[in-house]
C-alpha cells in the first residue's frame, strides 16, 4: 500500500472519536456515581418487598423486617464480593429509618416518610446549588471525572452543564414529590407503595439520561490529578538537574 493509498485521519474523524471516548467517560462515570443496575435492584427491592407482603397479610411488623433483612442481606453479598457497598448501605439506613418511623407511630405508611422527605431535601439541594452557582450534581461528579471543583473557575461550559443537570435533577425530583406527598395522605399504604415502586426507577433514569447529555456536550473534564502528579514531576527534574550542576 503506497503513501495515497493509506488511510489518513481527517480532524472530523479525531473529533468524532474524542466526542466518543468523552461519552464513554460520561457513561461510566455515571454508573460508578449512582450505582449502575445493581445500584437501581438495591433501590428498589426493600421496599418491593415491604409492599408486597404488606398488600398480601396487613403485617406491618412482618413487612418490616422483611425489608430490613433483605437490605442487610444486599450489604453482605457487596462485602462477599468485595464490590463497594456504599449504595446498598444506604439503601440499609433508608430502610432502617422508615422501620423506625414505622414502628414508633404504628402507621406503615410511615416506613416511606423518611425516604419521601429526603427525596424532597434533596430536589430542593439541586435547584438550590444550581441557583448558588455551585450545582451539586458537580460536586457529586467532580472527583469521579478527576477534576474536582476545577469546573468552577477553569471550565464554564462544563460549569454550565452541571449546572442544567442539577435543575433537572431538581425539577425531577420535585414533580416524583408532588405526586408523593398528596398519596401520603390521601391514600392507603398499599396504593402509596406501588405508585412509589413504580416511581423509583423512571425519574431516576430520566435525571441520569439528561445529565449524561448535558455532559457529553459539555467540554471535557480538567484531570487536576494528572496535572499534581506533572508538577511533582517537574519538580523533582528540577531539583535533579540543580544538584548536577553543583556537583
Do not use: C
Amino acid at each position: 500500500m503506497t503513501s495515497v493509498d493509506k488511510p489518513t485521519t481527517t480532524a472530523s474523524d479525531q473529533q468524532r472519536q474524542d466526542s466518543g471516548d468523552v461519552k464513554a467517560v460520561t457513561e461510566a462515570a455515571l454508573f460508578e456515581a449512582f450505582g449502575g443496575v445493581r445500584g437501581l435492584i438495591e433501590t428498589v427491592v426493600p421496599g418491593l418487598l415491604f409492599v408486597t407482603i404488606y398488600t398480601v397479610n396487613k403485617n406491618l411488623h412482618a413487612a418490616a423486617i422483611a425489608a430490613l433483612a433483605v437490605s442487610l442481606l444486599l450489604v453482605a453479598v457487596r462485602l462477599v464480593l468485595k464490590d463497594t457497598p456504599k449504595h446498598a448501605f444506604s439503601g440499609v439506613f433508608g430502610v432502617a429509618f422508615g422501620v423506625v418511623f414505622a414502628m414508633m407511630t404504628g402507621n406503615a405508611k410511615d416506613f416511606y416518610l423518611p425516604g419521601m422527605m429526603y427525596t424532597l431535601g434533596l430536589a430542593l439541594a439541586y435547584i438550590i446549588t444550581a441557583i448558588a452557582g455551585v450545582p451539586l450534581i458537580g460536586l457529586i461528579l467532580g472527583p469521579v471525572f478527576k477534576e474536582n471543583l476545577s469546573w468552577r473557575t477553569r471550565n464554564p461550559g462544563r460549569k454550565k452543564a452541571y449546572t442544567k443537570a442539577s435543575w433537572a435533577w431538581g425539577l425531577i425530583l420535585l414533580a416524583k414529590s408532588a405526586i408523593l406527598f398528596p398519596l401520603y395522605w390521601w391514600a392507603d399504604t398499599t396504593e402509596l407503595g406501588w405508585v412509589l415502586i413504580a416511581l423509583k426507577i423512571p425519574p431516576f433514569l430520566l435525571a441520569v439520561y439528561l445529565t449524561w447529555v448535558f455532559l457529553a456536550k459539555a467540554p471535557p473534564p480538567i484531570d487536576v490529578f494528572a496535572e499534581m502528579e506533572a508538577q511533582d514531576k517537574a519538580e523533582k527534574e528540577r531539583e535533579a538537574a540543580a544538584r548536577q550542576g553543583e556537583a
